[in-house]
């Protein structure tokens, strides 16, 4: 089946640049999702990108889409204690459903 | 606009007990899933449904059962809890984009 994976932790310095990087297997992904969980809470979309694009800019974050190795990426710029927390990454197939495949998470550490 | 609402947030149960969870959306989304997360393994989908009146079979779906009677209701049941249900139980709905629920955390001793 579909696999999604990445490393498990990250930590930077407060107003450093982060970067989570992504692999996923299925060739079908029609979408790829970043979302972020903070301690105790639900997961919270941050952006996505079409399969299609191979990147995306939405203010402090950047997605790059590599479709040839099947890797994503997601940058954050000026990064804050505040974007401490857990990031995952899912891809969409192809199929009715809109089912989503998860990799296990990234835990972001932000350094004071 | 709620979005998307679980309840209870928090449960313990016994070995054997049954229990319901249930999901609310309000955002008139077809589609809608359970997940459960487990340490070290992000979110694994137990079921989902496409619509109303129907169900399906995600990754995990041995000793849950769900239904979707009413297009804004989704409900797990776990008709007799074990151990290993001990997790965090995430429900999204979607259109196009999954949005999730805040989570219910489950104890079963």
């Known amino acids: 089946g579909e696999d999604v994976e990445q490393s498990l932790f990250l930590s930077v310095r407060e107003g450093d640049s982060s970067v989570i990087n992504c692999t996923y297997t299925?060739?079908?992904?029609?979408?790829l999702y970043w979302y972020k969980q903070e301690p105790g809470a639900g997961l919270q979309l941050l952006t996505y990108?079409?399969?299609?694009?191979d990147m995306k800019q939405d203010q402090r974050l950047t997605v790059l889409l590599n479709k040839k190795d099947k890797h994503l990426s997601l940058r954050i710029a000026d990064t804050q204690t505040g974007d401490s927390a857990i990031y995952f990454c899912a891809e969409m197939g192809y199929g009715s459903a809109r089912q989503l495949t998860f990799g296990s998470g990234t835990q972001l550490t932000v350094l004071p | 606009n709620a979005g998307v609402t679980q309840t209870p947030k928090f449960r313990v149960l016994k070995t054997g007990q049954s229990m319901t969870l249930l999901c609310a959306q309000d955002m008139n989304h077809e589609y809608m899933y359970w997940y459960r997360q487990d340490p070290g393994m992000g979110l694994r989908l137990i079921h989902y449904s496409v619509g109303e009146g129907t169900t399906a079979k995600g990754e995990v779906p041995d000793g849950y059962n769900v239904s979707r009677l009413k297009k804004q209701n989704f409900l797990l049941g776990l008709e007799s809890a074990a151990p290993s249900q001990t997790s965090v139980y995430f429900c999204?709905?979607?259109?196009?984009?999954?949005?999730f629920g805040p989570g219910t955390r489950l104890l079963v001793l």
């Open positions: 299925d060739s079908s992904s029609t979408y």
């Open positions: 990108i079409f399969s299609n694009m």
């Open positions: 999204a709905s979607s259109q196009e984009t999954q949005y």
